[in-house]
């Protein structure tokens, strides 16, 4: 029971430490803030990325979860998009996204293109966008290709069904929606102040995401 009670007290403090200060904390940190040894916690995680895998697995798993939940729940694909942001900045998972999930880069063919765009594109030059690319990750105790392959996958259905009711600006990509969720959590000391500031932060953005009808 004091084995099972030490982990669940070194995996909260972890993802505490973590998404205040960054997956670059020391072990030394997360034991502190747990009240245990730093041996406590490398008797259970054998090295940090260790640690650092299995947080950031569990975060972006709480993130599938939760867009497959706006997904199912909402009918209206704008109502599922702002309910997968607003679930997903409240519970603070964007200050644990590991950044290979988040890593963007300029890329001249889109990752997702609706039939529109795709149409649009044989008229026009293809333009530039953010997406999300395949590169080493930084943070080498980073989730498995599936899990994020998983996020990537629904996170990318609630983008196409906004986009494709006209509700999304066509520019928007699924690392945009992604950044959303990382900028929007920011670590303020005071609980209240933080929510208070990251529902405003977010409205904001999600207004500027919203298409805008033609003038």
Not at 12 to 18: G, I, Q, S, W
Not at 39 to 68: C, H, M, N, W
Not at 89 to 104: E, K, Y
Not at 179 to 187: D, H, R
């Amino acid at each position: 029971m004091d084995a099972q009670r030490n982990l669940e007290h070194v995996l909260r403090a972890a993802r505490e430490v973590f998404g205040e200060l960054g997956y670059g904390a020391p072990m030394e940190d997360v034991a502190r803030r747990a009240r245990v040894g730093v041996g406590t916690v490398y008797r259970r995680f054998p090295s940090k990325d260790v640690l650092v895998r299995r947080i950031a697995e569990e975060e972006t798993a709480r993130l599938t979860d939760q867009a497959r939940a706006a997904l199912g729940q909402e009918n209206e694909p704008w109502s599922a998009l702002a309910r997968f942001l607003r679930t997903s900045v409240a519970s603070g998972a964007g200050r644990l996204l590991p950044p290979q999930v988040l890593r963007v880069g300029v890329e001249a063919e889109a990752e997702i293109r609706v039939p529109q765009q795709r149409q649009a594109a044989l008229a026009d030059p293809p333009q530039p966008e953010l997406r999300l690319v395949e590169q080493p990750s930084a943070v080498p105790g980073g989730p498995d290709d599936a899990g994020a392959a998983a996020l990537l996958e629904v996170v990318g259905q609630l983008v196409e069904r906004a986009r494709e009711a006209g509700e999304l600006r066509p520019d928007v990509t699924v690392a945009d929606v992604l950044l959303v969720i990382a900028t929007a959590a920011p670590s303020l000391p005071d609980a209240a102040q933080q929510a208070a500031a990251s529902a405003r932060l977010l409205d904001i953005l999600l207004d500027g995401l919203r298409s805008r009808p033609a003038s």
